[in-house]
């Protein structure tokens, strides 16, 4: 198995709700990262996972949560977004951490009402 | 500081080279990749570069990296039209897992 796979692919939430996103990579890579992208930007880092371990927080807002249950699993809560965080939403791994390619998912397609 | 740049925009007739520029500011780069996004799909990692090399070769793919100039560059040989996409180049430094990305060139290829 060679790539990253995201769900859902698509996802309406109101700024009330409380959701998941969902990545999941069975290459055995050992980092796993989280990136926002809004239309016509490149990607943005949010947080970066290390053998398990919260590594890298850029400064994101407490309404969103990760949490990486074992080295395969990488989630994302989301609670009372805006609607300025509708963004396609990409999760990447690498084999490690450091300057290893990171191979992404194919995204989330967040909208939020 | 970290900052990449790119041009925005790229238009090419199907079956001539493409040439992708990139150029990057810090010197401590130690790889730099390329990355290929088709609408509303996530991104493909089409190749990378160390920084102690100058030329990488891949199939239709040639990587050049010039160090002094900090500058970067992907041609595409035999452009077709399934390589329409947005071209994003990227930089990282040993020991960090963060990715610096450009703004993305947009790839056009018309008959």
């Known amino acids: 198995d060679t790539e990253v796979t995201q769900t859902p692919k698509h996802l309406v939430m109101g700024m009330t709700n409380k959701k998941s996103l969902k990545c999941e990579q069975h290459?055995?890579?050992?980092?796993m990262y989280w990136y926002k992208q809004k239309a016509k930007k490149p990607p943005e880092l949010m947080f970066v996972?290390?053998?398990?371990?919260?590594?890298i927080n850029e400064s994101v807002p407490s309404r969103f949560s990760p949490e990486c249950p074992n080295s395969s699993l990488l989630n994302l809560h989301l609670h009372a977004l805006q609607p300025e965080d509708s963004a396609l939403y990409l999760c990447?791994?690498?084999?490690?951490?450091?300057?290893?390619?990171?191979?992404f998912g194919p995204g989330t397609r967040l909208t939020v009402l | 500081g970290e900052d990449v740049e790119q041009s925005l925009f790229l238009s090419v007739r199907e079956g001539d080279s493409s040439v992708i520029n990139c150029t990057y500011t810090?010197?401590?780069?130690?790889?730099l990749y390329w990355y290929k996004q088709e609408p509303g799909a996530g991104l493909q990692l089409l190749t990378y570069?160390?920084?102690?090399?100058d030329m990488k070769q891949d199939q239709r793919l040639t990587v050049l990296l010039n160090k002094k100039d900090k500058h970067l560059s992907l041609r595409i040989a035999d452009t077709q039209t399934g390589d329409s996409a947005i071209y994003f180049c990227?930089?990282?430094?040993?020991?960090?897992?963060?990715?610096?990305f450009g703004a993305g060139t947009r790839l056009a290829v018309h008959p």
């Open positions: 990447a791994s690498s084999p490690r951490t450091g300057a290893d390619e990171q191979f």
């Open positions: 810090d010197s401590s780069s130690t790889y």
């Open positions: 996972y290390s053998y398990e371990k919260l590594s």
């Open positions: 570069i160390f920084s102690n090399m």
């Open positions: 290459m055995g890579h050992r980092a």
């Open positions: 990227a930089e990282s430094m040993d020991g960090y897992n963060k990715l610096i």
